[in-house]
């Protein structure tokens, strides 16, 4: 019989419950190794009176995640203080439902950017002021879609990432030395960061890992991280889709002589 299959989880510690129970479900053994931290803006007033100030002046706040509804609601927490929102995503919308925020634009199916972009609220928005609630510098994919059809569209930056000060590079080792191994990472920027926090002697055992992500663009930078094996996609970002994957990649793996 083979040994358990060790999974390494490097969602950010406080969110990382979930994942970690799916993975126990799946039959294997979860690793938290957070490789990102979510922090509230450097100065919080200062930020909390530059939302309030922006507010007003907008006709619609588009939240690209779940850490920008926490942190964009922890600054101006009144429900009424917004206009019409916004969700890329059905769990950042009930996060906003969960804040009080009750009517929000969210795509039926799809977890994207371009399915937010394809609800026929956003194609006439000519003349519409749009600020864009997120954290550190992503995809501007939206704010080039809205300006593309006549919005104005600003970004607010609600909190901060980093990699984390202190990891344990402990769970590191042990989940190095097991077999096998996958590593499930939510972005392209966890997945940099675990090999910023990794001892170099450890980036041989991370390259010979199976790799479980969310998007396509995770191919190119394995590729030059230098893995052995091309990752598998999931369908978006959730725990959901990435347990799915990662089931499929296991129970293929197994059969394997």
């Known amino acids: 019989m083979r040994p358990r299959p060790a ?10 419950g979930k994942q970690r129970r799916l993975v126990a479900e799946a039959g294997a053994e979860p690793f ?13 007033p200062a930020a909390a009176a530059a939302l309030r100030a922006l507010l007003p002046k907008r006709d619609l706040a588009v939240f690209v995640s779940t850490n920008a509804v926490a942190h964009g609601l922890d600054l101006v927490p009144e429900a009424e203080a917004w206009p019409v929102c916004a969700a890329v995503g059905r769990r950042t919308a009930a996060a906003l ?26 194609q006439h928005v000519a003349g ?3 600020l864009i609630v997120r954290g550190p510098p992503g995809r501007e994919l ?16 609600a909190y901060r990432r980093r990699p984390p000060a202190r990891p344990d590079l402990e769970v590191l080792a042990r989940w190095c030395r097991r077999s096998p191994r996958y590593v499930l990472v939510s972005s392209n ?6 090999f910023h926090l990794a001892p170099e002697a450890m980036h041989p055992c991370l390259r010979r890992a199976g ?8 191919g190119p930078l394995a590729r030059r991280l230098g893995f052995t094996r091309p990752p ?5 970002a959730t725990d959901e889709a990435l347990l799915r994957t990662l089931r499929a990649w296991m129970a293929e793996d197994e059969t394997t002589p």
């Not at 938290?32 to 919080?44: C, K």
């Not at 009517?103 to 609220?121: D, K, N, Y």
């Not at 939206?142 to 930056?157: H, K, N, P, S």
């Open 142 to 157: 939206l704010a080039e879609t809205l300006r593309a059809r006549g919005a104005e569209v600003d970004y607010f930056q």
């Open 232 to 236: 598998r996609i999931a369908d978006n």
């Open 211 to 218: 790799l479980v992500g969310p998007s396509a663009r995770l």
């Open 32 to 44: 938290l190794f957070p490789a990102l931290e979510i922090l509230p803006p450097e100065d919080p």
């Open 128 to 130: 519409k002021r749009v």
């Open 97 to 122: 439902r969960g804040r009080g925020i009750l009517r929000v634009l969210v795509p039926a199916q799809g977890f994207t950017s371009e399915a937010l972009l394809a609800l026929p609220e956003l």
């Open 189 to 194: 920027e966890t997945l940099e960061n675990l």
């Open 7 to 16: 999974v390494l989880v490097t969602r950010p510690a406080p969110q990382a």
